[in-house]
């Protein structure tokens, strides 16, 4: 059977609906995978809706993929059939440049391949994402996923997960260090769960006493309401690092003003033009603003380990594929605590009553 | 004699003149200096004319001290009567809080003392600068001026050398190392040297052909035009570190898209409110930008010897204490090779003919 089905979005305008489409032929060191599950993730909305001003339709999402391998190109030989495995946000990259060489896969300096909506390297057509029941990637990109680890809840780390696991690691979060955590969606609530593992005394910053009394669950030791300015300004030259994963343009200045002296926030969510930083807020402290995106594929491995060993998995909601127009909705709503996890026996079951 | 001569500003408006002044008295730890040399910084001018809107009149300026210990408090311990001794930016603060306590007097969590245009910590009045014959400043402020520094061209290294010194180090600047400097100015052409003496291959990036000559005298290996298009877009992802030290707002973008992966720009000279940001500039590459604000004690003493020992010192032009307005004037067209710095001696003449 070389057809495949996954859900894509035919133009901008119109929802996900069934899409049909071959099955890559395996090149050398390919693997292919049977998808399982595929977490739900804002740039996938961004993807299908045009957000980016980048789409090519029809555009098939997800990059939070967890599957089992199926088969793999003799020439292949980090993989093999029955392994649990994982594929990201990227499926392939130069691996000569100096930052693929150091393990920075997602900052190749000749463009890291995307898992969806991206040129494949060697056709030029547009890559297909996890919401399918099928994906053939080479193997310097598929991850194992560790025994023990739930297939379904370590889907979201794939995005979600290593985009707050990297900074967090960058910046030493640990023992005797004070870390915010800004926002609390699918990003947040990884990156409440990490930090506190991680050992670092961890403060939920948020409009919402309901929210932090959330992020209290998920291991915040404290909550910061910054629309208190009584304890925003007992706040002050406080924190050591923060992750801000609002997802929109915002002013950054209520947060930088917490940031202890060489304290860093570094951004993960907006990924827009920010509102004017005053010069003086930075050197006051001598402060750093920075990004982060996702993360190298070592680092990848290196936190499916961690979280397998220490059984840290994000909050889920599993969904059909046929649900997806719908978790969008809510999504956009930020109605989800905190990712939505498509469960793919859900379209093999249509693509066998069809 | 406990009558003192400066040059102040009366009002913002009006030029500098002098101005005379009781000494303080000796308080405990206090060491009273006989001020050789004073460089000139564009702080002064600011302060001068108010344009940070805090100034308070008469206003008499000058953080970049140079001069010899004329008497100590019977308490003082670490300096005595002769010797050769520098005050830079900062002349007190709280020496109990964490920041003071780790050598960050800058950073002061209950707010350093400056040099000038800042409110004594026990009497409230204004503290008065550098532009004088005399100063009184409590010892743990009072660097040593190592043996074999020319002592005129020390005085910028009080705030311009350690201004540049201080991100240069934090960040590891070194043999391997990608620098580049923006601006050259008084703390640019510090920067270069620095960098350079530093083991780092340094870039100066400017507009200016003739201002890359320049900074190849200084010690920049390279000159990067930031006219120039193609140069511009070769040099993208290749700097580790950009010392910025433009002084005005300006847009960061052209810059921080020559950060490679986790390159940090720090700020040193633009502290007002900066144009817009793009998040995916920052996310791309994983960057940074920070600011850095002057530096600690330990680290200025730390900067005072090395500049002994492999004798690096400013570019500077002498000039009178009457010729302060002139100055001003030519360092607003930034026409100064890099920094004035005035011979007290002229205004021992002026005291002692009146």
Request: net charge positive; glycine share 0%.
């Given at each position: 059977m070389t057809q495949a089905i996954g859900y894509a979005?035919?133009?901008?305008n119109a929802p996900l609906a069934p899409f049909h489409f071959e099955r890559r032929a395996l090149r050398e060191g390919d693997v292919a995978i049977d998808i399982l599950y595929c977490g739900v993730c804002h740039s996938d909305i961004h993807t299908a809706r045009n957000e980016w001003h980048n789409s090519v339709y029809p555009a098939l999402p997800g990059h939070e993929i967890v599957g089992r391998v199926t088969a793999v190109h003799?020439?292949?030989?980090?993989h093999k059939a029955g392994d649990m495995v994982a594929v990201g946000?990227?499926?392939?990259?130069?691996?000569?440049c100096r930052e693929c060489k150091a393990g920075y896969e997602q900052h190749c300096l000749n463009g890291a391949t995307l898992t969806y909506n991206s040129p494949d390297r060697q056709t030029g057509e547009n890559t297909l994402g996890g919401y399918s029941d099928h994906i053939v990637v080479r193997e310097e990109f598929v991850l194992r996923v560790p025994d023990g680890l739930d297939p379904m809840r370590a889907a979201p780390l794939l995005c979600a997960g290593i985009t707050t696991w990297s900074p967090l690691t960058r910046f030493h979060v640990g023992p005797g260090k004070e870390v915010a955590v800004v926002g609390l969606g699918g990003l947040g609530h990884m990156g409440v769960k990490f930090a506190a593992a991680l050992g670092a005394n961890v403060t939920m910053i948020t409009t919402s006493p309901e929210k932090g009394e959330d992020a209290r669950h998920l291991g915040a030791h404290e909550v910061l309401l910054s629309t208190d300015r009584d304890q925003m300004k007992a706040s002050?030259?406080?924190?050591?690092?923060i992750l801000n994963t609002i997802p929109v343009a915002h002013d950054l200045h209520p947060y930088l003003q917490?940031?202890?002296?060489?304290g860093a926030m570094v951004l993960v969510g907006a990924i827009e033009p920010l509102p004017s930083i005053h010069g003086g807020m930075l050197v006051s402290n001598d402060r750093l603003v920075g990004g982060s995106a996702i993360g190298g594929i070592p680092l990848t491995q290196e936190m499916l380990d961690f979280c397998a060993e220490r059984n840290i998995l994000p909050d889920c909601e599993v969904i059909a594929m046929q649900d997806i127009n719908e978790a969008y909705a809510r999504m956009l709503k930020s109605d989800v605590k905190y990712r939505f996890v498509i469960d793919m026996a859900s379209l093999k079951q249509e693509k066998e009553a069809a």
């Open positions: 979005a035919p133009s901008a003799p020439s292949a030989t980090r946000c990227m499926v392939d990259s130069c691996l000569e002050r030259s406080r924190f050591d690092f917490l940031l202890r002296r060489e």
